[in-house]
């Protein structure tokens, strides 16, 4: 049967380096605050004018491409997960396409949040499986940074949220390996536990200039942080599970764990709870904080390039987040 394959991963992430020590300048927090809150010691924030989502998009493909050999003529769709978009329509699939000088093929955005990297290479699948595409170019990128609240009031997630994009050229293949099972999941009575209220349809932006009013934090980022923490550590259990057994594998068949970049509290509770090793799971939210869509394609990227995921191994992709939503995939890389 066919399957697909990740032929080739990159990533980017923004140069300038923000530090605990950094936002303790400005808002009342400090270092030890966040990083045993969240395990967090730094993230990157783009420099207002010189990064896009999809300019880092962007940047992350033609990596992705080149470590694939492949042109960007060889790609025939696009799959762009984001929450946080260049503009509020058209999404970012469509600029991707058109800088890299790619031909009419079809642009679709996922709007997943934290999982939507692997909902986004869940479709990938199923478009390939289906011999509809045979190469699809599949981009996580989030810039959160000019959307924080970046005072006292904002810190509880302010602390926790990056910037960067991650890529992989997923193509198909007739070799036993590749992506062997998806599984994605929904919760909508959670949704405003983790959200941006406004603006929006329901709150447009001219209501919020109307009235004028400081103490709006509707349009920042809102998130029930223990509530979430406790449904999530539940959710990444049951999902990375569901997908081991409709493989007939176990925990112990698991090479590498990539979950969502979150929180490394959250990485350590599933860790423990599975029984898996130091060396079965992959995290770097410690570099580079909360990615959103973009946190598993960089700490893949980034595990391929140290040598920790081989040919053969069993890969396990598991997020969680806004939604809420939670999904998992299982590969033979």
């Known amino acids: 049967?066919?399957?697909?394959?990740?032929?080739?991963?990159?990533?980017?992430?923004?140069?300038?380096?923000?530090?605990?020590?950094?936002?303790?300048?400005?808002?009342?927090t400090s270092d030890e605050w966040i990083q045993e809150r969240t395990g967090i010691k730094e993230r990157r924030w783009v420099v207002p004018g010189e990064d896009?989502?999809?300019?880092?998009?962007?940047?992350?493909?033609?990596?992705?491409?080149?470590?694939?050999?492949?042109?960007?003529?060889?790609?025939?769709?696009?799959?762009?997960?984001?929450?946080?978009?260049?503009?509020?329509?058209?999404?970012?699939?469509v600029q991707v396409q058109e800088a890299l000088g790619i031909d009419t093929v079809g642009a679709l955005d996922v709007r997943n949040q934290c999982s939507g990297f692997v909902y986004a290479l869940s479709v990938a699948d199923q478009f390939i499986k289906t011999g509809m595409y045979k190469n699809i170019l599949v981009i996580g990128s989030e810039l959160h940074s000019g959307g924080l609240d970046k005072t006292t009031r904002g810190r509880?997630?302010?602390?926790?949220?990056?910037?960067?994009?991650?890529?992989?050229?997923?193509?198909?293949?007739?070799?036993?390996?590749g992506v062997l099972s998806t599984h994605l999941h929904s919760e909508g009575a959670h949704a405003k536990e983790l959200a941006l209220i406004g603006p929006a349809?329901?709150?447009w932006v001219n209501e919020i200039i109307e009235e004028n009013d400081e103490n709006d934090i509707s349009y920042f980022p809102y998130m029930n942080g223990s509530y979430v923490f406790k449904h999530a550590v539940r959710r990444f259990a049951e999902v990375?599970?569901?997908?081991?057994?409709?493989?007939?594998?176990?925990?112990?068949?698991?090479?590498?764990?990539?979950?969502?970049?979150a929180n490394l509290r959250i990485a350590q509770f599933i860790q423990k709870s599975m029984r898996l090793r130091e060396d079965q799971v992959y995290n770097n939210i410690m570099k580079y904080?909360?990615?959103?869509?973009?946190?598993i394609p960089i700490a893949l990227c980034e595990a391929v390039e140290e040598g920790r995921v081989k040919?053969?191994?069993?890969?396990?992709?598991?997020?969680?987040?806004?939604?809420?939503?939670?999904?998992?995939?299982?590969?033979?890389?």
Not at 8 to 24: A, C, K, R, W
Not at 311 to 333: K, M, P, Q, V
């Open 289 to 295: 904080g909360n990615t959103t869509a973009a946190s």
């Open 52 to 93: 896009t989502t999809s300019g880092m998009g962007v940047k992350a493909a033609k990596m992705a491409l080149d470590r694939a050999g492949m042109q960007a003529s060889d790609i025939d769709f696009i799959v762009f997960a984001t929450l946080s978009p260049d503009y509020y329509f058209p999404g970012p699939g």
């Open 311 to 333: 040919e053969g191994d069993l890969i396990c992709l598991a997020a969680f987040g806004s939604g809420f939503t939670w999904a998992s995939a299982l590969i033979r890389w």
């Open 240 to 261: 990375i599970q569901e997908a081991l057994v409709a493989n007939s594998c176990t925990s112990e068949d698991i090479d590498l764990l990539v979950p969502h970049q």
């Open 1 to 28: 049967m066919r399957k697909s394959r990740i032929a080739g991963m990159g990533y980017y992430v923004p140069e300038n380096v923000v530090t605990n020590d950094d936002l303790s300048k400005m808002m009342d």
């Open 156 to 177: 509880g997630v302010t602390v926790i949220f990056g910037d960067g994009a991650g890529a992989a050229v997923v193509t198909a293949t007739d070799e036993d390996r």
């Open 201 to 203: 349809t329901r709150r």
